[in-house]
């Protein structure tokens, strides 16, 4: 099968309803959630009503049954809008992948129920204060009692988590023993011992819930356990791997939707008696950002066509993410300057963007841990 450039009638069909919810739903209410930090639940139910609650789960449960490409691109438009509000659904894809990859049937039909047809949110809860870009050195444990596991440690930065009905939480048997000791267990969060500690105030993103998640003498059946012991690791990379064409998608939305705002600025705004965007200064900062643009989409667009082919290739991956996310700073960056003062301002959307584009660089391993992936590969 060859890597095709054109969406069929299906796919721009999808891209069509997409960005007229994006353009009706999400837009006007940005600033309000942006501003007040609430969680955005009306808008999550939208979402949840129009299908993109959870994308990744098999279409027995409701999820949507289009490829990864056609995914990540449904991913750009909504990020379009607003990556605060868009994140919830793609961080209940995250927590899905150990599910998706390590899970049996029965475990299946515990975890995607109720996220696809109640709406109810999921938690990837992985990085833990001592452990963030090294996941192998994570200290949550896992003690086996008999048909039951105990855990117990802190998860921090955790997005939905105070919101979540479910947590995938990775644990250590024996942190001696690194990453070979590690398993991903399916936690409810109504179990005893589950608490939620704060939550963030962040530069960005401010309306996504993030926070801490904190286990205590958790006890979990043995069937919650995904995978066999020492399976944990493997399946957080699996899902770091899948997950990082649709931040690259992500990236590609949030730098799309300045661009717009900056390019139709220029248009309108006068310097000197033209508009600015006749001068050559501004027209090649534009030509820069359109550039980039389209590279960054055609890297995203490439390495979820890899995992559509089942040849998930950790180096695009990290490839797309990387230089997506890069791109996605400096063209709200750009944004900021081609509006000058009014870009600085809360009355515009770019300064916004340029603060929300700051995390692409840093969740689901950073530019630099990209980067490390990528040169491991280079070397061979």
């Not at 150990?98 to 039909?109: F, I, K, N, R, S």
């Not at 988590?161 to 479910?166: I, W």
């Not at 990082?244 to 139709?264: C, K, L, N, T």
Request: negative net charge.
């Amino acid at each position: 099968m060859g890597f095709g450039f054109t969406y069929d009638e299906d796919q721009l069909s999808l891209q069509r309803t997409v960005r007229k919810f994006t353009d009706n739903e999400i837009i006007p209410v940005r600033q309000h959630y942006d501003e007040t930090e609430q969680f955005p639940w009306p808008e999550v139910k939208k979402m949840h009503e129009l299908g993109i609650h959870c994308m990744n789960a098999p279409e027995q449960y409701n999820g949507m049954a289009f490829s990864n490409v056609t995914l990540c691109m449904v991913t750009e438009e909504i990020c379009r809008g607003c990556l605060g509000i868009a994140i919830t659904p793609l961080a209940n894809m995250l927590a899905s992948e150990p599910v998706l990859y390590g899970g049996t049937p029965e475990q299946w039909d515990w975890w995607f129920p109720s996220i696809c047809q109640e709406g109810k949110l999921a938690s990837y809860a992985v990085t833990e204060p001592g452990a963030g870009s090294d996941v192998a050195n994570i200290a949550t444990t896992c003690r086996r009692d008999g048909d039951y596991y105990l855990i117990n440690g802190v998860k921090i930065f955790i997005t939905n988590g105070r919101h979540a009905d479910k947590f995938t939480v990775l644990a250590t048997h024996d942190r001696s023993k690194g990453n070979r000791a590690q398993s991903f267990f399916m936690v409810d969060a109504k179990t005893e011992g589950v608490s939620i500690g704060k939550s963030e105030h962040k530069m960005g993103m401010r309306c996504s819930e993030t926070s801490e998640v904190i286990f205590d003498n958790v006890r979990v059946h043995k069937s919650m356990r995904l995978g066999e012991e020492g399976d944990g690791f493997k399946l957080a990379m699996k899902a770091f791997n899948s997950s990082r064409p649709f931040i690259a998608a992500a990236s590609v939305g949030v730098a799309q939707g300045a661009f717009e705002v900056a390019r139709d600025y220029a248009r309108e705004r006068k310097a000197f008696g033209k508009n600015i965007a006749s001068f050559q200064a501004v027209q090649f900062m534009l030509a820069d950002m359109a550039m980039e643009i389209e590279a960054s989409r055609l890297l995203y667009q490439k390495a979820a066509w890899l995992l559509d082919e089942k040849l998930m290739a950790a180096d695009l991956s990290a490839m797309s993410k990387c230089f997506a996310a890069d791109m996605a700073m400096r063209t709200t960056t750009n944004a900021v300057q081609i509006l000058g003062g009014y870009g600085f301002c809360r009355d515009y959307p770019v300064e916004k963007m340029m603060r929300d584009s700051k995390i692409l660089q840093i969740f689901e391993g950073t530019s630099q841990i990209q980067r490390v992936i990528i040169g491991k590969s280079v070397i061979g």
